[in-house]
């Protein structure tokens, strides 16, 4: 263990982090009011209760709340800091960040026993959440285009209308379906490797999504 | 050849009642229709149409003045089911009537006439009344190896279809057969079957899926070309709007238990038998799009859901494979045994991941890894 002194970096923005605790929440409630849409379970005691309308309801609420967040960290990506910028999303396409790439593979992979630091985002993350971010509009798609079948001819279903001139009804259903469990692997590495980072690297990983800093060797400017 | 073949109902018709100068309601009235008939019948149609009621008359009205127009009805590759569904449809039989208010000129299932007498009688229409005449197509084309699956005649189906859709005013592909493909169509689809459009795209196409067709629909669909001298408002299916313009879902009577949450677990059990939702037993209303809950069948008093089997989705291009298997909500994974749902394999996937990690965390904490320093810091 080094005792060597670290210095506090603000890299997380206050937008960036709200977004992400926004999308967190969100998706707790989509995928449990998802999971619930998916398998229902006979809540109703009488024809006029309102059991699955509710789900539904706070389903379609999260899902805007959802979108309007992913879109906004998508609009941050070209004003927020360096640590937010899209290119941070791109590091094969940097000798740089390919350089640092192999080195969190062979870490990950433990080759090596050389724990590197980020400031910002760890390059094998920012690819995974690349990734992610495809899901989340896929998500996103399907779950609208599914919603605006109850109003054909509105706004929401013209505009989706290449929605249903490629993928059927039930295709989209089931790709919103798998769609939650493509997210839900992804939490489960994404936690794990915070927690394992936030181990290793000593430099306050998980509170820096709450505080905005982080600590590290390399002197901020 | 035909001997089994049955009078058919428009085969009474004198040859007075062949002249093309009549109006339809001067026909009804020969054949016995009562003027009541007649105009519940045009209320009927504008419900179907899904007009206000105000705008009866004006079908009455049209209906007075318009001159029957020659219609050919082709059976290609499909079960017939939607002629059968058209013969016992509804009093006062408003089939018979649009039969009758039409000069069907061919229909192989019900004409008389038989042989090259009836291919030759199918000839003189289309080539006297060109682009004039309806067509109504029930089945699919095949189009593999040249469309030798489906001959009449010694012609092909996809021949045929050239001909007859290419020089029609309209032509009606009724059933799911005739619109997308339907049964014939399904995986592996062995003949290559298509539906009407795909197989003839410079056609004027209205699609009426369905397996079968609502015969109502048939009607609506005539008359609005009849009424409007035009066809109706279609959906990116080619499907009318006011008859496939709204989910099942969106529709059914079985609508407040789906959103009380009150649903059928089993067949047979207490909520099946008390008409709960559907959903948990594959119903396909949400993702289909038909008139059947408000249009109904056999004189408006039936249809699937109503009598307790959820929606098979039979409106839908490719619904034998897209809505399979029928009694559940979501489709198999492409590429998985079938027996795999959606969860079991996103639960594969989640305990695969979480497993990985356990091992790599353990793995992880029993190393001594060298931290962050001068030399692995970020630069
Ligand atoms: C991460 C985000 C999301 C997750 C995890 C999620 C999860 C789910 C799940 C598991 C289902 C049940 C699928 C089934 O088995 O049929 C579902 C249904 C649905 N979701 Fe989402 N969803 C998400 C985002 C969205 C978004 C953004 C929308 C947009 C409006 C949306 C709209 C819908 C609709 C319309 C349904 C079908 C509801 C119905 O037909 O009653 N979802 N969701
Ligand atoms: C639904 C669950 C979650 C999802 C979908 C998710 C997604 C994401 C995404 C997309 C980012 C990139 C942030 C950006 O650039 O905007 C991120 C970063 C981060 N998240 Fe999460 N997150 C989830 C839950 C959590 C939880 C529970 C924690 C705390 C243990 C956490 C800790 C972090 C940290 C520390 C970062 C910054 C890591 C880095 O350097 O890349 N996340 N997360
Ligand atoms: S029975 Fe089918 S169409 Fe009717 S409410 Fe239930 S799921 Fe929807």
């Not at chain 2, 079938?338 to 793995?363: P, S």
Request: contains cysteine.
């Amino acid at each position: 263990m080094s005792d060597r002194c670290k210095f506090k970096q603000y890299v997380w923005e206050l937008p960036l982090r709200w977004f992400h605790w926004i999308n967190v929440l969100a998706i707790v409630v989509l995928s449990g009011t998802g999971f619930l849409i998916g398998h229902p379970v006979t809540l109703g005691a009488s024809a006029s209760d309102y059991a699955m309308g509710w789900i539904r309801l706070i389903h379609f609420v999260a899902a805007y709340t959802f979108t309007v967040s992913v879109a906004s960290r998508v609009v941050w990506a070209f004003i927020g800091n360096e640590h937010a910028s899209w290119r941070a999303f791109f590091p094969m396409f940097s000798a740089k960040g390919r350089e640092k790439l192999r080195h969190m593979v062979r870490y990950y992979t433990l080759q090596t026993h050389q724990v590197p630091e980020t400031v910002g985002h760890n390059p094998l993350a920012t690819t995974a959440y690349f990734f992610l971010f495809l899901v989340y509009l896929g998500m996103i798609l399907t779950g609208f285009a599914m919603y605006a079948t109850h109003a054909p001819g509105g706004i929401m279903f013209k505009s989706l209308g290449f929605m249903y001139s490629h993928f059927t009804l039930q295709g989209m259903r089931l790709a919103h379906h798998l769609g939650m469990w493509l997210i839900f692997g992804f939490v489960i590495n994404h936690i794990y490797s915070a927690w394992l980072m936030d181990i290793k690297e000593h430099g306050g990983e998980i509170s820096s999504m709450f505080s905005g800093y982080k600590f590290t060797v390399k002197k901020g400017d | 050849m035909s001997t089994t073949r049955t009078e058919p109902c428009n085969d009474t018709r004198g040859d007075a009642l062949r002249n093309e100068d009549l109006s339809i309601s001067q026909i009804l009235k020969e054949r016995g229709v009562s003027r009541r008939d007649f105009l519940k019948f045009c209320s009927t149609v504008t419900a179907a149409l899904a007009l206000p009621p105000s705008f009866a008359p004006s079908v009455a009205q049209a209906l007075d003045e318009v001159k029957r127009p020659p219609l050919v009805w082709l059976e290609f590759q499909g079960c017939t089911g939607d002629s059968e569904a058209l013969l016992r449809s509804a009093n006062p039989t408003v089939g018979e009537i649009v039969l009758d208010i039409l000069s069907v000129d061919y229909h192989e299932t019900i004409m008389a006439a038989a042989g090259h007498q009836a291919e030759a009688a199918l000839d003189k229409t289309i080539t006297d009344y060109k682009g004039k005449y309806f067509a109504v197509i029930e089945g699919s084309i095949p189009m593999k190896d040249g469309g030798v699956y489906g001959c009449v005649g010694g012609k092909s189906n996809l021949e045929r279809a050239r001909q007859v859709c290419g020089g029609a005013a309209a032509t009606i592909a009724i059933g799911n057969c005739a619109s997308y493909g339907g049964i014939p169509a399904a995986a592996p689809n062995p003949t290559g079957a298509v539906g009407v459009k795909e197989a003839v795209p410079g056609a004027t196409v209205i699609n009426l899926p369905g397996c079968p067709c609502n015969a109502d629909n048939l009607t609506a669909t005539i008359v609005h070309y009849l009424v409007f001298n035009k066809i109706p408002a279609l959906d990116g299916h080619g499907r009318p709007l006011f008859a496939y313009g709204k989910r099942i879902h969106d529709n059914c009577e079985r609508r407040p238990h789906f959103d009380a949450g009150q649903y059928v677990e089993k067949w047979g059990d207490e909520g099946h038998r008390k008409g709960y939702c559907l959903y948990k037993m594959g119903c396909k209303g949400p993702a289909t799009f038909h008139n059947c809950p408000t249009q109904r069948y056999n004189e408006k008093t039936a249809w699937p859901i109503g009598s307790g089997h959820p929606c098979v989705g039979c409106a839908e291009p490719q619904f034998w494979d897209v809505m399979s298997p029928m009694y559940r909500r979501l489709p198999n994974v492409p590429g998985f045994g079938i027996e795999h749902t959606a969860d079991a394999i996103g639960l594969g996937l989640a305990a695969g991941a979480a497993g990985a990690f356990v091992v790599h965390g353990a793995l992880s904490a029993m190393r001594k890894d060298k931290e962050p320093g001068e030399d692995t810091k970020e630069d």
